[in-house]
């Protein structure tokens, strides 16, 4: 691997770099003082160094911040965002200043902190310390893959570095050392990471709370580590960034001895700087005291935006450059590069799901997860873009993809990642390889595990990011682990983020009908949950309705056979549903004429016209919930008329049928809880 081609770039005399970084830090600090919110300290402690990184390396294109090659730039430390938002006006982004001045407004594109898809030129949605760090990461793998994949002899069309901005509270936050580890042990060399090392947290010194040697702990990962004394020396980070580009075996941490509140009289250096506006008479202070012209706010000398809008004729160049190095790959290789663009373009191939496969009784029990693994090695063979593995569970997640070899430093075209017992990481780094576009990523671990991923999943969902989650060990039907291992309320809990897909199917065939959905959907991300325990496969004979009824969320798996109106529906997600398949023939032979409704998916459920649902689920008619999880949320789903068999505790440690049975899913309590349902109907007594 060689550095990429280095930008040609005129580097301003010293004076116009001190004018230009006191324009973007007078920028922030008038847009902060402005709405009076907002965080003027790092963006004032920083902007130097952003500058030399934007001003000396970073190759991008203000009128086209989509070009598939450009560098990444994530801001990890999100709060800092007015320091971006300045950058972004200055470069020619399409922010106009009046935008700058509607900082953190209601529909301004200069949100409190930076929103994905809201700012032209922002790369992540970043806030919660340390995603974006590890976002990062997962741009970087992209990189990688595709350069992997795409690249040939003489044809370079993937080749950028990605690079990161992060505070100590990024450092501090463990997702960083599960990142940092994966980076360094993948020999990431073209993730460049610059830390505001300004020894500043919200409640005061880092000596209270962060005194281990960073730089030793990221060299300890494997990083080439940095480090530049003073903030302001514009050239020294510029070299320290240069150095970095040329270390191409391992990631590089630059950090940089910044002071947060930088200029401020009375602020510099405390944590007074870290998140209120500095006051008019601070700003008034802070002002002359750095020689900034008092009036008007939000100025920019002509001498700087002329030189920041350097960048404009830069990022075309090198973005035409791109163009014509693309067209010679186009012309030698133009299947390479048509699949190229379609992978760019989130295209899927031509009959992706053709090879998918049917399942019948005969081949069951079969567990969701197994039937997962089936259709992952399936559409893996068929797209080489999927590319995701497991949190050290592959073996039981069957996340693998056994056409392809393992992502690792000697094999990056390798598509099975393995991202060991790290799920926050795993997370945030399958929102990196989203966002950097080419791949369709999934990652896989426990279900009960999703607790320690929901910050990136939470991200994803917001970011309408499409990755997708392969969960398995879905209920206390897992078993043996115990309680510790039995998720309860993890279902309710990821059908709550909103813009999430939660998928719970039935068996094998509602299982291909769900991975169906998730590779078709590119507007959020897609959770499977999935049983360890072997469940009877459906006959599509039976049943003809499971493959396009999964798709609505709920269906009517099996109808009452006598009445249009039936006495009762049951209503049951995953391997619940055939309790209510035994239960409604219990029921049968005593007169009660059950309908059976599957409901895979409460929000796409959710989604369908208030006729499908009543068709599905018809007022008035007592309804009865199976599903081996918390009972939360269920009325919203379907209304108030519903009981339930669900679990309000944390499970039980014996084997998974004998959890089943005392927790209450058996085919004979959904009788009995039915009739108990029926009965009490009956004896309501009536008001009138
Ligand atoms: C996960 C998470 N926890 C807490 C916060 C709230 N928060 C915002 S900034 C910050 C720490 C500020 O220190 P630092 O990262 O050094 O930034 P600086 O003071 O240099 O601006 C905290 C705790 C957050 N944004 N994300």
Redesign the pocket.
Known sequence: MTPSATLETIAAPPALDELCVNTLRFLAVDMVQKANSG?P??PM?SASMAYALWDRSLKFNPRDPHWPDRDRFVLS?G??CALLYALLHVTGFDLPLDELKRFRQWGSRTPGHPEYGKTPGVEATT????QGLANGVGMAIAEVALAARFNRPGHKIVDHFTYVLV????LE?GISSEAGSIAGHQHLGKLIVLY?D?H???EGSTELTFTEDRMARFAAFGWHVQRVEQSNDVEAVANALAKAREETERPSLIAVRTH?GFGSPHKQDT?AA??EALGVEEVRLTKLAMDWPLSPTFYIPDEALEHFQRALARGSAAQADWKSRFKAFEQELPDLAAEFNRVIDSQLPKDWDAGLPSFAPSDGPMATRVASGKVIEILGSRMPEMMGGSADLAPSTHTHIDVSGNFEPEDWAGRNMHFGIRENAMGAILNGMALHRGLIPYGGTFFVFSDYMRPPMRLAAMNALPVIYIFTHDSIGMGEDGPTHQPVEQLIGLRSIPGMVVLRPADANETVAAWRIAIGRKEGPVALILTRQGLPVMDLNLYPAIPTGVALGGYILADSPVTERPDIVLIATGSEVHLALQGRELLAAGGIHARVVSMPSTNLFAAQSDQYREKVLPAHVPMLVIEAGSPVGWQSFVGPRVAMIGIDTFGSSAPGPVVMEHYGFTAENVCRQAHHLLDQQKETPSCA
């Open positions: 965080h300290g790092l402690g430390a709060h800092g806030g919660p310390l340390g505070s100590d509270g990024d936050e505001a300004n500043i947290t919200i947060i944590a870290h998140g």
